[in-house]
């Protein structure tokens, strides 16, 4: 039997590495579906939900570098996926999808579930193109292949369904999908610039992002050449071990108080692989140096004093010999007393509570983090969860933790504990998630169960979108639109099949964590978190405290209009 189009799209992708496409079946992709059902080689994971799809593609892809695959039939299908496409663009990780299409004599005739799929996807793919025959299959599945995995992007082909069943043209063998690893280089005067800048600052900070992923000596040795306290974005806590004792804390709302103190009293800050865009957080009067591989992204933010265009590790090497070491060390201790005095502040909100209270959400993460294995690998939801997990979280340098960087989108955590677990299986997956993100895409909860991936959801159960509250008050108004009718999870779990405990005791978190983690079942710990828990900020401005002030005042001015209502007309009378 000869070999079709999508028999030779199947072994392309296995060819480069490919272990698992995430997708649904659709009538423009069955012939996809059988040459899938075919091999063994590439396995397909049915899911529930093409945003699901894609949001684990996308998590694979940022785990482990390698290429993530999606597929979806035409019309609503190719429209799904695009949340989760988002993810890995805005982040730049490599992810390729398939689309199929009505059959090509009538793409343009307006036949149901057609729509023009180029266009959906010319925003959030760096190649976006459609097979017009089985002759330039190959090469187009292959430039696209190699565009998302060199261009860290998303890649889009879109092919008609009649071209999917055509005989399959013989390759060219020379023909093959290209990978580079190139490094850019500053030249010898654009480093001495650098270094002689740095060399006359005395209170110098170090902010790294996952730029910097591949320069962890570097950054530790040039943090102790310097005196310099580290500073993390939230996509790179998981970079250096978080109990080095440079390493003071996160920047910006979602960091800490020494992170934000080092930061912005510093007078020279060196931002390495990070593109943070936030200007509040950056410091007022002090000269900021930006290291990246990427022009679009120097200055982007911020205004500089000068940049480096290069790779992060090679930068940093060079900059190294470059650089007098520094003797005086106090902004350091000053960074690292606030640190210490931070941690104080953490074990205050991570206190226990007594039986029958709500648990501090701060102390569940610390809980977590405790009793999690040294290669753990986090995926973290979307709202206040990710400001508990970015400070309460003590990541060691092995573990990894992962969320939804720059779309922040409600949804990926339960989809990235399914990527992750399928491109790591011997690793211990957690995914802490907020309740409202949680149940997002939970149609796909079932599909842990199906394919037997033992994946730990602690759910911060709070019956509301806690974090959108804060930033209802953030804008001066009380709450609104933001509580939530939550079903019981552990009877949802038990219908799935899976291992469900329930906790509303802090003395049962341990117990609660241990068996789940044990359970050797997909699992979910429902914890019953303090729903009117604070995060105050590690930079209040006078403005925050009066909207915050202003939101209580105006919720306050509603209730008594509301009891003042039911007086007047409950026929009381004084």
Same mark, same amino acid.
């Given at each position: 039997?000869?070999?079709?189009?999508?028999?030779?799209?199947?072994?392309?992708?296995?060819?480069?590495?490919?272990?698992?496409?995430?997708?649904?079946?659709?009538?423009?992709?069955?012939?996809?579906?059988?040459?899938?059902?075919?091999?063994?080689?590439?396995?397909?994971?049915?899911?529930?939900?093409? *945003?699901?799809?894609?949001?684990?593609?996308?998590?694979?892809?940022?785990?482990?570098?390698?290429?993530?695959?999606?597929?979806?039939?035409?019309?609503?299908?190719?429209?799904?996926?695009?949340?989760?496409?988002? /993810?890995? *663009? $805005?982040?730049?990780?490599?992810?390729?999808?398939?689309?199929?299409?009505?059959?090509?004599?009538?793409?343009?005739?307006?036949?149901?579930?057609?729509? &023009?799929?180029?266009?959906?996807?010319?925003?959030?793919?760096?190649?976006?193109?459609?097979?017009?025959? *089985?002759?330039?299959?190959?090469?187009?599945?292959?430039?696209?292949?190699?565009?998302?995995?060199?261009?860290?992007?998303?890649?889009?082909?879109?092919?008609?369904?009649?071209?999917?069943?055509?005989?399959?043209?013989?390759?060219?063998?020379?023909?093959?999908?290209?990978?580079?690893?190139?490094?850019?280089?500053?030249?010898?005067?654009?480093?001495?610039?650098?270094?002689?800048?740095?060399?006359?600052?005395?209170?110098?900070?170090?902010?790294?992002?996952?730029?910097?992923? /591949?320069?962890?000596?570097?950054?530790? *040795?040039?943090?102790?050449?310097? &005196?310099?306290?580290? %500073?993390?974005?939230?996509?790179?806590? /998981?970079?250096?071990?978080?109990?080095?004792?440079?390493?003071?804390?996160?920047?910006?709302?979602?960091?800490?108080?020494?992170?934000?103190?080092?930061?912005?009293?510093? /007078?020279?800050?060196?931002?390495?692989?990070?593109?943070?865009?936030?200007?509040?957080?950056?410091?007022?009067? #002090?000269?900021?140096?930006?290291?990246?591989?990427?022009?679009?992204?120097?200055? #982007?933010?911020?205004?500089?004093?000068?940049?480096?265009? !290069?790779?992060?590790?090679?930068?940093?090497?060079?900059?190294?010999?470059?650089?007098?070491?520094?003797?005086?060390?106090?902004?350091?201790?000053? #960074?690292?007393?606030?640190?210490?005095?931070?941690?104080?502040?953490?074990?205050?909100?991570?206190?226990?509570?007594? #039986?029958?209270?709500?648990?501090?959400?701060?102390?569940?993460? @610390?809980?977590?983090?405790?009793?999690?294995?040294?290669?753990?690998?986090?995926?973290?939801?979307?709202?206040?969860?990710?400001?508990?997990?970015?400070?309460? $979280?003590?990541?060691?340098?092995?573990?990894?933790?992962?969320?939804?960087?720059?779309?922040?989108?409600?949804?990926?955590?339960?989809?990235?504990?399914?990527?992750?677990?399928?491109?790591?299986?011997?690793?211990?997956?957690?995914?802490?998630?907020?309740?409202?993100?949680?149940?997002?895409?939970?149609?796909?909860?079932?599909?842990?169960?199906?394919?037997?991936?033992?994946?730990?959801?602690?759910?911060?159960?709070?019956?509301?979108?806690?974090?959108?509250?804060?930033?209802?008050?953030?804008?001066?108004?009380?709450?609104?639109?933001?509580?939530?009718?939550?079903?019981?999870? %552990?009877?949802?779990?038990?219908?799935? !099949?899976?291992?469900?405990?329930?906790?509303?005791?802090?003395?049962?978190?341990?117990?609660?964590?241990?068996?789940?983690?044990?359970?050797?079942?997909?699992?979910?710990?429902? %914890?019953?978190?303090?729903?009117? @828990?604070?995060?105050?900020?590690?930079?209040?401005?006078?403005?925050?405290?009066?909207?915050?002030?202003?939101?209580?005042?105006?919720?306050?001015?509603?209730?008594?209009?509301?009891?003042?209502?039911?007086?007047?007309?409950?026929?009381?009378?004084?």
């Amino acid at each position: 039997m000869s070999r079709n189009v999508s028999d030779q799209i199947i072994e392309i992708l296995s060819q480069i590495g490919v272990k698992h496409i995430f997708g649904i079946p659709g009538d423009t992709i069955d012939s996809l579906m059988e040459s899938l059902r075919l091999q063994d080689k590439v396995q397909f994971i049915v899911m529930r939900h093409e *945003a699901t799809g894609a949001f684990a593609a996308s998590a694979q892809a940022k785990l482990t570098g390698q290429l993530g695959v999606c597929v979806a039939c035409q019309g609503p299908g190719a429209v799904n996926l695009l949340n989760g496409l988002y /993810d890995a *663009a $805005l982040d730049k990780v490599p992810v390729l999808a398939i689309t199929g299409q009505v059959d090509s004599a009538l793409i343009g005739t307006g036949m149901p579930q057609e729509i &023009n799929q180029l266009s959906l996807f010319n925003d959030v793919a760096i190649f976006n193109q459609e097979i017009r025959s *089985a002759e330039n299959l190959p090469r187009v599945l292959m430039l696209a292949c190699q565009a998302a995995i060199n261009g860290k992007g998303v890649a889009h082909v879109s092919i008609p369904s009649d071209i999917m069943r055509q005989v399959a043209c013989e390759r060219d063998q020379k023909e093959k999908i290209l990978t580079f690893h190139s490094k850019l280089i500053p030249s010898d005067k654009e480093l001495d610039d650098v270094a002689e800048l740095l060399n006359s600052k005395n209170k110098i900070s170090i902010l790294y992002g996952g730029g910097s992923y /591949d320069a962890k000596e570097e950054l530790v *040795a040039l943090s102790k050449k310097l &005196n310099a306290p580290l %500073v993390h974005t939230t996509r790179s806590k /998981d970079i250096l071990d978080n109990h080095l004792e440079n390493v003071v804390g996160g920047i910006g709302m979602m960091g800490s108080r020494a992170g934000n103190h080092a930061a912005s009293g510093c /007078d020279a800050l060196l931002v390495v692989g990070a593109s943070f865009a936030f200007k509040e957080y950056y410091p007022k009067n #002090a000269d900021i140096i930006q290291i990246d591989n990427n022009i679009n992204r120097l200055g #982007a933010h911020t205004s500089l004093s000068d940049g480096l265009l !290069g790779d992060c590790k090679i930068t940093l090497q060079q900059l190294l010999t470059r650089i007098t070491p520094k003797t005086d060390d106090s902004f350091l201790k000053s #960074a690292q007393a606030l640190k210490e005095k931070g941690w104080d502040h953490q074990k205050y909100f991570a206190k226990p509570t007594a #039986a029958g209270k709500y648990i501090h959400p701060q102390a569940l993460t @610390e809980k977590i983090g405790m009793l999690a294995d040294e290669d753990a690998i986090f995926c973290v939801g979307t709202g206040s969860v990710t400001v508990y997990c970015n400070n309460f $979280l003590k990541l060691n340098g092995k573990q990894r933790l992962l969320w939804t960087w720059n779309l922040a989108s409600l949804g990926w955590a339960l989809s990235a504990g399914l990527g992750c677990k399928l491109a790591s299986p011997q690793r211990q997956v957690i995914v802490p998630v907020g309740d409202g993100d949680f149940q997002m895409l939970i149609a796909d909860l079932v599909t842990f169960v199906k394919y037997q991936l033992p994946v730990t959801f602690i759910v911060y159960n709070n019956e509301s979108y806690r974090f959108i509250e804060l930033e209802e008050s953030g804008e001066g108004n009380p709450a609104f639109g933001t509580k939530l009718l939550n079903p019981d999870y %552990v009877k949802l779990a038990e219908a799935h !099949g899976m291992y469900a405990v329930k906790v509303t005791d802090y003395s049962k978190i341990d117990e609660a964590l241990q068996a789940a983690f044990a359970s050797g079942k997909p699992a979910i710990v429902d %914890v019953l978190v303090d729903p009117n @828990e604070l995060f105050i900020p590690p930079k209040v401005t006078p403005k925050m405290a009066f909207h915050f002030a202003e939101s209580k005042f105006k919720g306050w001015s509603f209730v008594k209009g509301i009891l003042n209502f039911i007086h007047n007309h409950s026929g009381v009378r004084h």
